[in-house]
């Protein structure tokens, strides 16, 4: 009931946008609840690399202390396929086009948002069919760190820790509201404070053929739904 509230017309554009929207775990139950809830609806959905996509979720992983460091192919395969079946690109978009139709899907690359943040709004705006608005750098432009590992693991847990005991603090005080409103405003000064046991990292390339011969199948299958050359991905 929540959701749907959000989505009530007052002639505005409505925009609800999520990595997790085309995560395989989620995607049945999001298309579920989006063709529940919502009736008139236009769906993009931006992609990157499927090996750079896969490579940067692990790493993200690690900084927020949900994996450990140093997994090779094997360990990741096993122990955290999410990793890789988020980058299986084709059947996530095909699903979409089955449920909401071919018209109502726009797919977009991350690349064109780090070329040119104008020409992709434009763009983004122009299969809205809304007039250009400005919108914040915060919510065009990549603000993750890319390809960054931790200096110190230890470190990290501590700062993580303990921004989740203030969060439960907050919460069982009911002032949670407040403090997301708080939270929001420095959310730069928490991402630079995190940044600073950040280190640049790459990932091997043992590993980035492994994941190339992965996703190999599924970028040509991907070419014929989107019927362009990806060449560039391989």
């Not at 749907?4 to 609840?33: G, L």
């Not at 990741?76 to 396929?81: A, G, V």
């Not at 046991?197 to 190339?212: R, S, V």
Request: aromatic letters at 14%; a positive charge.
């Amino acid at each position: 009931d929540w959701y749907k509230q959000q989505f009530i017309s007052n002639n505005k554009v409505k925009i609800d946008f999520s990595v997790s929207y085309s995560y395989p775990e989620n995607i049945d139950d999001v298309i579920f609840r989006i063709k529940k809830h919502i009736s008139n609806i236009k769906i993009f959905i931006i992609i990157r690399n499927p090996v750079d996509r896969a490579y940067s979720d692990y790493l993200r992983s690690i900084r927020m202390g949900e994996v450990k460091k140093n997994l090779n192919y094997e360990t990741i395969n096993e122990k955290h396929p999410e990793f890789l079946l988020r980058g299986l690109y084709a059947n996530i978009i095909k699903k979409y086009i089955a449920a909401f139709d071919q018209k109502n899907i726009k797919v977009f690359f991350y690349d064109d948002i780090d070329k040119n943040p104008d020409l992709f709004a434009k763009n983004l705006f122009s299969y809205l069919n809304v007039e250009k608005i400005d919108i914040p750098d915060s919510l065009i432009k990549p603000n993750e760190p890319k390809s960054k590992n931790l200096k110190y693991v230890t470190i990290n847990k501590l700062l993580i820790s303990t921004k989740l005991v203030i969060d439960s603090i907050i919460r069982a005080i009911n002032l949670y509201g407040c403090w997301s409103d708080f939270k929001l405003k420095f959310l730069k000064c928490w991402h630079q404070i995190l940044g600073l046991n950040h280190k640049e990292d790459k990932i091997d390339e043992t590993l980035k053929n492994k994941f190339k011969t992965y996703y190999k199948q599924d970028i040509a299958e991907l070419e014929k739904v989107l019927k362009i050359n990806l060449k560039n991905w391989n």
